[in-house]
């Protein structure tokens, strides 16, 4: 029994040879037909430079001859198309949106479909032309959809290298303007007040960390910038914070454990002593089981003082002890009476000789300049570790 021979699939697309070279022939005068109908119908190509036009010029003609090799063996169609193709999107990404490349690609196109009939030598191969530069269109649209997606992976990789840079340079204050140009790089605003926040990552895959934050503050309508370091995330959050209700929103972006948000300072320029403090309150909310998530780097000025944080030492000082002792004697008697009868004020009274409305007075005098009250036990703390600091800072000789 003699078997009929697998039949070859078909190389031309129904096209006479002659067909081809003519079509061959003409490409450079396609591609000059489909820039000249550019420049006619896209008011942005005309404004181009001239160098840029040259390209696209280029880049048609290399279509246009591309688009005969694929009508001579359809089966390397995807091969024949990204070879083609494979550096025009990138030189165009630079000057030319990922909608306009589709634009002009789509009236290419349309060109071609307009001028291709003519070189038909029967009604059969007219038809296998249109449906040639539809098929051939498809592809050259994904190619390059595929080519502005590379680069843009490409810039979004080069992007978090530099954000980590920016991010790390403010930990570590390298020079301002190192710092400031290459956020300005990334689209930070210089004068935008910033406030770094630092906690536990939520992931040990950084690339969801930064999903996450970044959605959280796109849905705050905040711009940030961030890092993931080994087991810490450091976010430094532009925009007023002052009613901790964005801080509460960001820290849901991070892990379990205590957040950490410095004070927030007026310029991107000043942002290492927001993390410094950060960092700082960070290492040291150990010692407050009870903190709140988050919480302030000042409301942690007690704990980073017993850890040997100079700073705090000196804000304590300069915040609480100083503004005591201004106030004269009689105040800072009464706060440290107060504390020292465990917060009775009855007996504190009685140890001064005082009325008790005496002692509220002098304590709301207290709080008045220094913002914490020495009926809160939080305050309490905060208040005998400042003046304790102060002595020892003044038997030192440093105050």
């Known amino acids: ?5 697998a039949r070859a699939a078909p190389k031309h697309h129904g096209l006479s040879a002659k067909t081809l070279r003519g079509l061959e022939r003409a490409s450079g005068r396609l591609a000059t037909a489909s820039v000249t ?3 006619q119908r896209l008011p942005w190509f005309g404004r181009l430079p001239a160098d840029q036009r040259a390209s696209v010029l280029m880049i048609t003609q290399t279509g246009a001859a591309g688009f005969v090799d694929w009508l001579r ?4 169609a995807l091969k024949l198309t990204t070879e083609a193709f494979r550096s025009a999107p990138q030189e165009l990404s630079r000057w030319i949106g990922l909608r306009q490349a589709v634009g002009l690609v789509r009236l290419a196109i349309e060109v071609f479909e307009e001028e291709l009939p003519s070189f038909a030598a029967s009604e059969a191969e007219r038809a296998a032309l249109i449906e040639g530069i539809l098929r051939y269109g498809r592809e050259i649209a994904f190619a390059t959809a595929n080519s502005y997606a590379a680069a843009a992976e490409a810039r979004g990789a080069w992007d978090a290298r530099l954000e980590a840079l920016v991010v790390d340079g403010i930990v570590r204050g390298d020079a301002e303007e190192s710092v400031l ?10 004068a935008a007040t910033a406030t770094v926040v630092a906690g536990p990552p939520s992931s040990d895959d950084p690339p969801a960390v930064v999903f996450e934050v970044r ?9 940030v910038l961030l890092s993931v370091q080994g087991s810490r995330l450091i976010v430094v959050l532009g925009g007023p914070v002052d009613d901790g209700e964005v801080l509460g929103k960001l820290s849901v972006a991070f892990g379990e454990g205590p957040v950490v948000a410095g004070p927030t300072v007026p310029s991107l320029a000043e942002a290492h002593r927001s993390a410094v403090e950060a960092l700082s309150g960070l290492r040291a909310v150990v010692g407050w089981p009870s903190a709140p998530r988050p919480v302030r780097s000042v409301d ?5 003082a017993l850890s040997g944080d100079a700073e705090a030492e000196r804000l304590l000082i300069e915040q609480i002890a100083q503004p005591l002792e201004a106030a004269g004697t009689t ?3 009464t706060v440290e009476a107060y504390l020292e009868s465990g917060g009775v004020l009855e007996t504190c009274a009685k140890t001064l000789f005082v009325h008790p409305n005496t002692v509220r007075y002098r304590l709301r005098r207290a709080t008045e300049l220094t913002g914490r009250n020495a009926t809160d036990p939080r305050d309490a703390l905060v208040l005998r570790m400042a003046l304790t600091v102060g002595r020892l800072a003044r038997a030192r000789g440093l105050w």
């Open 1 to 5: 029994m003699t078997q009929t021979p």
């Open 37 to 39: 109908a550019m420049e």
């Open 73 to 76: 063996d359809s089966q390397e």
């Open 181 to 190: 140009s290459r956020a300005a790089a990334l689209g930070w605003e210089p």
């Open 215 to 223: 959605r959280l503050a796109a849905r705050l309508g905040r711009p």
């Open 300 to 304: 942690l000025l007690p704990e980073r």
């Open 331 to 333: 105040v800072l008697q």
